[in-house]
């Protein structure tokens, strides 16, 4: 099975600053990777995905994130954060295989952009 | 979003009743899948399916039972409710039902289950 640590539990950061939320996994065989951010009581929108090719894996709204499989790392960057990014992020994981690719999740980073 | 809609959106309930959350998906995608989320935990796997009466555990499963009679629709019961049940839950669906197995979820809007 796979795991997904997130060591941040909160991330406060002004507005206009950069930041940057880690994520790192444990997975025995090759994985997939993702980033989800919930914003107060809604369901996960996707961020971004690593499934193969590039390590640096550009998404929505400005976030980047660079998967490191020596260091068995996924950190999501962004260089200038908006009072509008305050949200939950999730970082997942799932094996890279064919069929139901059952996500494990971390248990979130809590971003506060503060003005 | 998707077109992935929850039903109920909020639930109270009593410990010992029978409870039925609804998924209802107009995507075709082939794979759905129940977590619940709660704090310090983030989300957990409790079922999924890969069709149409084809379903498996996920990492929480005790005290859930699932079932998929079509496409579109992916049940979670809960057969007696206990207060360790009071979360939020999601539904997610992936790949498309002529595809293999999708590499992103979507997710719906969630239910809040609250169980007194």
């Known amino acids: 099975a796979q795991s997904v640590t997130q060591l941040d539990s909160q991330v406060p950061v002004f507005e206009e600053a950069p930041v940057e939320l880690r994520c790192n996994y444990s997975s025995s065989v090759s994985v997939y990777l993702f980033w989800y951010v919930q914003y107060p009581n809604q369901g996960l929108q996707l961020l971004l995905k690593y499934l193969s090719g590039s390590t640096l894996v550009k998404g929505i709204n400005g976030f980047e994130a660079e998967f490191n499989k020596s260091q068995t790392s996924f950190h999501l960057r962004k260089p200038s954060v908006h009072i509008s990014d305050t949200a939950e992020y999730f970082c997942a994981v799932s094996a890279d295989q064919t069929g139901a690719n059952n996500l494990f999740f971390g248990t979130g980073t809590r971003l506060t952009v503060i003005p | 979003d998707a077109g992935i809609t929850q039903s109920p959106r909020h639930k109270v309930t009593e410990t010992g009743t029978p409870v039925t959350l609804r998924c209802h998906q107009t995507?075709?995608?082939?794979?759905m899948y129940w977590y619940r989320q709660d704090p310090g935990h983030g989300l957990r796997l409790i079922h999924y399916s890969y069709g149409v009466k084809d379903t498996d555990k996920g990492e929480v499963s005790d005290g859930y039972s699932v079932s998929r009679s079509k496409t579109e629709d992916f049940l979670l019961t809960l057969e007696s409710a206990t207060s360790s049940q009071t979360s939020v839950y999601f539904c997610a669906i992936s790949g498309l039902s002529w595809g293999p197995g999708g590499n992103e979820q979507f997710f719906g809007p969630g239910t809040r289950l609250t169980v007194l």
């Open positions: 995507e075709n995608h082939r794979y």
